[in-house]
């Protein structure tokens, strides 16, 4: 159920009743409503068979239908057109050999036999180039004998006989013997030549034009194949497609659809899915997450009342706590000074006068009275890390050093301390806490010196997005398994008589550091003296600088 305003209501999330089935009862029904379906790879298995078989299909009768083209072709170009050509060749070879005997007849000079014997040769390449082109066609390999028989026989009877008559008289043939019976008998001899070369060109021509129909049906047949598959294979991705969408896409879409009305906050939104089994299974998936939510969101809202109940308490104690601080400053503060003045003056006027456990007694109360002081201006301190936040500034930790190091200039002095540093950077921060930060671990080393004069070394160095500091000192060390209880605030690893302070100068530096977005950290692989770790942010300009 949902409100007007189309937020889930959060009274209904997570309820269960006789009246509404569990979140696993709901599930276990959709999945006996879309059992059985195929699912999504045997879909696609399919197209990919379909498809696969119209290719096979296609493939056979296309390329049959190109092999009879290419067959068609290579008989009409390869086999006709180059056999017709030597045909006719071989004609005017024929014609040179007759050409060249009745010249020299006529004029009985031996160089007008040179087409003769030319055509002798040219006719032999003509044949040796026609017989393996006729090599399929009976027909005309006889049409050729004929026509080689012919030519023979008009040499033997005319041809031949005229050149030795021309040679033995030493001139042309001229008047009766031009027109004697030789001479007719040739003519009718090369007439009989030409008939059986005529016969053999007609035979050719025929088998061309055969050939060329046979061409000319094969490129009909293969241009019809191929739109045929054309259209078959616009059809056949067009089922494919609508299949697909209709299988795959739309349910998919009603799934997104679904998911993007949970996802908006719609939680009782109940979803359907359908499509493949695998897709029907993610929506069953969705679906139980859909139903975790629920339940989830509610113990979460349970959560949220009483952390919003906590958080009441806690912004009231906070409250109580600045209430504490300012009495602590003002209120406490006053009648401390008060009692810290008088027992000075008595110290200073009764001092001797009186019996030693009564100076003792005074000494005591002084003491008492200014360790209250620092207490309490220690703990304001601390508190106040955080609250009072000023604009943050680019500031330069080396002078920040510089000026921890002035503040403690009588300590400093007192026990012969030194100091090392070096290249420090430029950071973001609150000048006076971080001025802080070093005089607290300047502090820290003079008071826990060893036997020589305190050596303090500075150094840092670039850790990705930080500055790391190290801050290491020869003083007496600390063990490592006091590492954390050091940060503790008033947690005091000695006697106060032996190392006077109040315990909470770490824990300065580490709220002070934290407050920054660093962190800071002993080192407990150090064996002689001390060295504490800290990181600060780097400033942006640092960050690409660096890159």
């Not at 975790?292 to 958080?311: G, W």
Request: proline fraction near 4%.
């Amino acid at each position: 159920m949902r409100r007007s305003d189309g937020t889930a209501r959060s009274g209904g999330l997570g309820r269960s009743g006789p009246d509404r089935p569990t979140a696993a009862e709901r599930a276990s029904a959709m999945a006996a409503r879309f059992s059985g379906g195929w699912p999504f790879g045997r879909v696609i298995g399919v197209g990919v068979l379909i498809v696969g078989l119209f290719s096979l299909l296609a493939i056979g009768v296309g390329g049959t239908a190109l092999a009879d083209l290419t067959t068609a072709r290579e008989q009409v170009v390869n086999t006709l057109d180059p056999a017709a050509f030597h045909a006719s060749q071989l004609e005017v070879e024929l014609l040179n050999q007759e050409t060249g005997v009745r010249g020299y007849a006529l004029s009985a000079q031996p160089s007008f036999l040179n087409p003769y014997f030319a055509g002798l040769i040219g006719q032999r390449r003509q044949v040796a180039a026609l017989r393996p082109l006729l090599a399929g066609m009976p027909a005309a390999q006889a049409d050729l004998g004929q026509v080689l028989q012919r030519a023979a026989n008009w040499r033997i009877t005319y041809a031949q006989p005229t050149i030795n008559q021309v040679k033995a008289k030493g001139k042309p043939l001229t008047g009766a013997s031009l027109a004697g019976p030789s001479v007719n008998q040739g003519t009718v001899v090369f007439d009989r030549i030409r008939g059986a070369l005529g016969h053999l060109q007609n035979n050719l021509a025929v088998q061309r034009k055969h050939a060329a129909g046979t061409l000319q049906d094969a490129a009909s047949l293969l241009q019809a194949t191929l739109i045929v598959i054309a259209i078959a294979l616009v059809v056949t991705v067009l089922v494919l497609g609508f299949g697909l969408w209709r299988s795959a896409i739309l349910p998919l879409r009603r799934l997104a659809s679904d998911a993007r009305q949970v996802a908006e906050g719609d939680f009782e939104h109940q979803m359907e899915p359908g499509g493949p089994a695998e897709m029907r299974a993610l929506g069953l998936d969705v679906n139980r997450m859909r139903e975790r939510i629920l339940a989830e969101l509610s113990a979460l809202q349970a959560t949220l009342a009483a952390l919003e109940a906590r958080t009441e308490d806690l912004q009231r104690s906070n409250s109580e706590l600045e209430q504490f601080a300012y009495v602590a400053s003002h209120d406490l503060q006053e009648p401390l000074r008060k009692v810290a003045s008088f027992c000075q003056l008595l110290q200073r006027r009764y001092a001797g006068r009186l019996d030693a456990k009564a100076d003792e007694y005074i000494e005591h109360a002084v003491d008492g009275a200014k360790r209250m002081q620092a207490l309490i201006n220690d703990l304001l301190a601390f508190s106040r890390v955080g609250r009072t936040a000023q604009r943050r500034e680019p500031v330069s930790c080396a002078v920040l050093l510089a000026h921890a190091w002035a503040n403690l200039a009588a300590d400093v002095r007192r026990t012969q301390a030194t100091i090392e540093v070096g290249e420090l950077p430029v950071v973001l921060g609150e000048a006076s806490l971080l001025t802080a930060v070093f005089q607290n671990l300047i502090n820290n080393a003079l008071k826990f010196r060893a036997d020589e004069p305190p050596r303090v070394t500075v150094s840092v160095r670039r850790d990705g997005e930080f500055w790391l500091f190290s801050f290491s000192d020869n003083g007496i060390g600390i063990e490592p398994e006091y590492a954390e209880r050091i940060f503790v605030i008033f947690q005091r690893l000695h006697d106060k008589a032996a190392y006077p302070g109040t315990g909470i100068g770490l824990a300065m530096v580490k709220k002070i550091i934290e407050y920054h977005g660093g962190r800071v950290w002993l080192d407990t692989t150090i064996t002689a003296g001390a060295r504490f770790w800290f990181t600060l942010p780097a400033l942006p300009e640092d960050e690409h600088a660096s890159d």
